[in-house]
């Protein structure tokens, strides 16, 4: 069954270089970024994973957990975290689950459920295991990403949608295109002009049925 924005992630208990971890468990009360690839060891993969290592603090700042995701096994992970710090400047202190039943790949709809790992593998047979997923507090699926094998991922994006969710849940906005911390909000159709008025700085009715504020400190 696919993994659909709302829905509860599953609760699977999984192993990472950093022991046993429970999903439901190990976010708690916090949001949770978790990122995905095919194989240690790899060219683009390893830029991502020093890039987010270098945004540890920024991930902090967000009450946010991160976990990577790869099918291969602990000691290559430990392995390739000398590499990730290497290129990336900064320890890769967060987990990294080893994925190498195809469990979590398949139970967050990356693989089908035919899937599998044959000898001699490449990257190639778990391409498609190259996604991004923001969880809640409330273990639901708030965004989602999937990218191509030769196309870094952008975690400037990541941390923008993250703050654009954390911004919506917190006040009950939408975000517009673009957005950026600071910047209009967008009213939702469901307040009322009054309504909006009082709760929002720099109320603006741009069409019927879109209108932009400012939200307050």
Not at 71 to 100: L, N, R, Y
Not at 153 to 161: G, H, I, Q, S
Not at 185 to 212: C, G, H, M, W
């Amino acid at each position: 069954m696919s993994l659909r924005i709302n829905d509860v992630i599953p609760d699977l208990s999984v192993e990472t270089d950093q022991g046993t971890i429970k999903l439901h468990d190990w976010i708690g009360d916090a949001w949770a970024v978790i990122f995905s690839h095919p194989k240690d060891f790899t060219p683009v993969c390893t830029t991502e994973f020093g890039a987010v290592a270098q945004l540890a603090d920024e991930w902090a700042k967000r009450g946010t957990k991160v976990l990577g995701v790869s099918v291969d096994g602990v000691e290559e992970h430990v392995k390739w975290k000398a590499d990730i710090e290497t290129v990336g400047g900064a320890a890769p202190t967060f987990p990294i689950v080893a994925d190498k039943g195809l469990e979590l790949a398949k139970a967050f709809d990356m693989l089908p459920a035919e899937a599998y790992l044959p000898e001699g593998r490449t990257p190639n047979d778990t391409a498609t295991v190259r996604a991004v997923f923001i969880i809640g507090p409330d273990k639901k699926l708030k965004l989602s990403m999937i990218y191509p094998m030769n196309v870094g991922r952008n975690f400037a994006e990541v941390l923008r949608a993250l703050n654009a969710l954390q911004t919506s849940a917190k006040n009950g906005i939408s975000t517009p295109a673009n957005w950026e911390a600071g910047k209009d909000v967008v009213v939702p159709l469901t307040i009322s002009d009054e309504d909006a008025k009082a709760r929002f700085d720099n109320f603006q009715t741009v069409l019927p049925y879109l209108r932009t504020a400012k939200l307050r400190d």
